[in-house]
């Protein structure tokens, strides 16, 4: 499989984010449903802690990649849902640190609340395997 980021400005290389991704020779692809802050047990983790919340959605959303046989590497598009759109700058630095490399298409969307009221943030996933 053959991915390259199409990026015909560079601004979006300082909000961490690819326009879209070009992929030839895809074998599958995964859709990730949106992977919150809850631990193995089903319990939300980090309440009122964004940061601790947005690193489980991705620790989540590494072991359903892990599951389907992928990684964070596989991933052309994420869109991620805040309840606080000023948190965005902090979901792109700990992003950074679980997505090195070129950063997949993304969106991020300002909403008023999640399923559950203490989660802060949902991931989701489209990976191309």
């Given at each position: 499989?053959?991915?390259?980021?199409?990026?015909?400005?560079?601004?979006?290389?300082?909000?961490?984010?690819?326009?879209?991704?070009?992929?030839?020779?895809?074998?599958?692809?995964?859709?990730?449903?949106?992977?919150?802050?809850?631990?193995?047990?089903?319990?939300?983790?980090?309440?009122?802690?964004?940061?601790t919340q947005a690193r489980q959605a991705f620790e989540n959303l590494q072991t359903v990649l892990q599951q389907a046989g992928a990684s964070l590497d596989a991933v052309v598009k994420l869109t991620v849902y805040l309840t606080d759109i000023t948190k965005l700058r902090d979901y792109t630095r700990i992003k950074a640190e679980f997505m090195t490399g070129n950063p997949p298409a993304s969106t991020a969307i300002g909403v008023a609340a999640l399923a559950l009221p203490q989660l802060m943030i949902e991931i989701e996933a489209i990976a191309l395997l």
């Open positions: 499989m053959d991915k390259t980021p199409v990026n015909p400005w560079s601004w979006q290389d300082q909000f961490g984010f690819s326009q879209a991704w070009r992929v030839d020779g895809a074998q599958s692809a995964m859709f990730a449903s949106g992977q919150v802050a809850m631990s193995a047990e089903g319990q939300v983790v980090g309440e009122g802690d964004f940061e």
